[in-house]
């Protein structure tokens, strides 16, 4: 938009009446100048300056000392490359992560099926107990399509039939462990990453916020809500089609 200045506006009006002139007062109207604002530039951080700050955050505080550089070679790697927030694995069974904070739920059948649930908690208590969290789990029941687990006395619905269908047990799984984990004050959280497969990501919600700003935003954790939601509209273009 140009900009538009109105200087003085002046109108002088001369009239006669009975011999009479009657003179308009003098009217001046200024509008104030546009200020011109210049756009904020974020200067993109380095790899070096990302793990700096996700180890000032406090990500790497369980990963095995050994394991360590590993863990942050592959995130350099994938930082630097496709921007796809994933690190690195075994590659011999049972497959499981370097990084404490990633767990993989397959295509989501195996933690669907019985059993399941447990191994998975029984998987992550290892990293819960290190941020003082216990989940002691009871009655993990299946009947029909409705799946119920009890964990620190409260009974939870993992299934009970959905259009998700495996995917259910992945979401419902994951509110069960942050609502644990919000009664146990832990500023930890699950996140869902789709990656091919599907996995679980411990972070802090400050933790997230960096990767978010500096990954690829469909190549990121999300938040269970943002997945099962992204998850849902995938599933209805396939029955769509």
């Not at 019985?114 to 789990?137: H, R």
């Not at 047990?169 to 919000?182: D, G, P, R, V, Y």
Request: glycine share 4%; net charge negative; aromatic share 12%.
């Amino acid at each position: 938009m140009s900009k538009l200045y109105f200087t003085f506006l002046l109108t002088i009006i001369y009239s006669c009446r009975n011999g009479k002139t009657e003179q308009a007062t003098i009217v001046q109207d200024t509008v104030p100048k546009i200020q011109e604002t210049k756009p904020i530039i974020t200067k993109k951080m380095t790899d070096k300056e990302f793990i700096e700050k996700f180890t000032e955050l406090g990500y790497f505080d369980y990963t095995e000392k050994g394991k360590l550089k590993l863990v942050q070679d592959s995130l350099r790697k994938h930082f630097n490359g496709d921007k796809e927030f994933f690190t690195e694995y075994n590659r011999k069974p049972p497959f499981q992560f370097y990084d404490s904070r990633f767990y993989s739920c397959g295509d989501g059948e195996e933690l669907y099926e019985e059993g399941g649930a447990v191994d998975m908690i029984k998987e992550m208590q290892p990293f819960l107990n290190k941020i003082g969290v216990s989940l002691n789990y009871s009655s993990d029941s299946y009947v029909d399509n409705l799946h119920t687990i009890v964990v620190n006395g409260r009974q939870y619905t993992l299934a009970q039939g959905s259009p998700l269908m495996w995917g259910e047990t992945i979401q419902k799984f994951a509110e069960m462990i942050n609502s644990e984990l919000e009664k146990h004050n832990s500023k930890e959280r699950i996140y869902l990453l789709t990656n091919e497969n599907e996995y679980m990501v411990f972070m802090t919600k400050e933790q997230h916020n960096l990767v978010s700003a500096n990954f690829s935003s469909d190549k990121i954790p999300l938040t269970v809500s943002d997945w099962t939601t992204k998850t849902m509209n995938e599933l209805n273009k396939i029955l769509n089609r």
